[in-house]
Structure formats: C-alpha cells, structure tokens
C-alpha cells in the first residue's frame, strides 16, 4: 500500500510539472523599429503552442532592469508572450538621482513612439492573438501603460502600478481597455486624492475600471528592492489581482 501511495505521489508530482513546463517562458533580445531608429526589448514567450495574448511590459524610472525582467518572465509564465520594452536606449540607473537624470533624458514624444512600435511589433507576431494586448507599468511605467491605452483604441486590458495619471476628460474619454489600478495612499507623488479623481472620471464616462489604495503603502510598494517602503502582503494582493484581471480580459 506504503509502495502505492508513492507512485500514486510521484504521478501526481510529474503530471504537476508536465503542466507547469508547458508554460514556462523562453525569452530572447528582439530589435524593432521606431520611427528611424532600432530600439531593442525582451520577448518572453511561453513554450507551449500559440498563438497566446499577449502584453507590453513597461519599466520603472531604473530603466529595464533584473526585477522587471522577473515580472515580465512571471506574466509569461501565466500563458502571455510579453515584450518588456526599453524606454532607456540600454541605459540602467543604479541610484535615485541617476534615475532622475535618465527619465528627464527620455523626449515623451520619443517613449511614445516607442510605445506604439511595441504595440504593433507584438501585434505582428504570428503567434499573438491581435485583439488581445494588454500593457502594464509600475511607477513611470504606469504612467506611461496608461498613455498606451490613450493612444491605442484596440488595447484590450491595461494595469496601472503607481504611475502618472491623466485628468482631462477629453483625453480618458478615449480609453477603450477596462483598467486595473494598484495604488498606496502613502505616496506623496501621486495622491489619493489623485486616485479618487482618476476613478471618478473614469466611471462618469462609462469606462471599466478596479482601482484600489493600499492604506499602508507608499510609492512603489510592489518592488522587494525597495527596501524601506515594500509591503509584501499588498504586493502579493496586486499581483494576485493583476494575473486575474489579465485573465479575465486577455484570456476571454
């Protein structure tokens, strides 16, 4: 019986790792084009066949660095292709002020291009779902996911992290995506009175939104390298969030 129950285990271990592999993200350095110049991005691709949805993956001020990587890798391993962008030209910043520098260095008209040819690079992928793209963001990166879905009527889901919100009416009137947004009311950047407005605009114009505000968090919550201000609860309930609400617009 003992003998059994220990293959019967064993079964069940392989079958788990059967499944688990089936969707393990291979990646790979991909070149596009924006506008004149070639820009570069990670394209994570889960093994099993296609074609999948897939999403824009959009960095922090740091630049595309180790920890992005990671959530790009872990939303692909949830059945996306996602292509983490490089707003920075290769450039990584290492401390807040060289961030600082970097970010103001980025012409807006430039990331937006930029958007744009990753939006339609992952578009052009034989084994991506056209009609279903999504993109997120964390910090300057919310901000700019949230300038995707302004500037993309066809993008079918779209999480903001903290980042940079829009006001004007007339703009938020052309968001299309339903919107998810993750957001700390300790943080003195962008405010809850901030939130509270972006949300009301959002539900006066009949657009789907979940927006929530972490009472315990500040300004980049979610990120474990942030060591004084990571609330570890309120980012696993973020994520958690995140992977259903992909799920639920994405995967439809």
């Not at 056209?130 to 964390?138: L, Q």
């Not at 405010?191 to 927006?211: M, N, R, S, Y």
């Amino acid at each position: 019986m003992k003998r059994l129950f220990c293959i019967s285990l064993l079964l069940s271990l392989l079958a788990i790792l059967v499944v688990a592999s089936a969707f393990a993200a291979e990646s790979k350095t991909v070149s596009y084009k924006s506008g004149d110049e070639t820009v570069q991005g990670i394209l994570y691709t889960p093994a099993a066949k296609g074609p999948f949805p897939a999403i824009i993956v959009i960095h922090e001020w740091w630049g595309l660095n180790d920890w992005i990587k990671e959530e790009a890798s872990k939303l692909s391993d949830e059945g996306y292709v996602t292509l983490a962008i490089d707003l920075y030209r290769g450039k990584v910043a290492t401390t807040p002020d060289e961030a600082h520098e970097i970010m103001r260095g980025v012409p807006e008209d430039r990331a937006r291009r930029d958007l744009h040819a990753a939006f339609d690079f992952l578009a052009a992928q034989p084994n991506v779902k056209k009609n279903r793209i999504g993109a997120i963001g964390w910090c300057m990166g919310g901000g700019y996911s949230l300038g995707v879905a302004l500037e993309e009527p066809t993008l079918a889901a779209d999480v903001i992290n903290y980042g940079h919100l829009a006001t004007d009416p007339d703009a938020i009137r052309k968001i299309n995506a339903p919107i998810l947004g993750s957001f700390g009311a300790l943080d003195r950047g962008i405010t809850p009175d901030d939130v509270h407005k972006f949300e009301a605009t959002l539900k006066q114009l009949g657009k789907t939104a979940d927006i929530k505000i972490y009472d315990d968090a500040g300004h980049a919550f979610e990120n474990p390298n942030n060591k004084d201000g990571y609330r570890p609860a309120d980012a696993a309930d973020a994520w958690n969030r995140t992977v259903a609400f992909f799920a639920a617009n994405l995967k439809k």
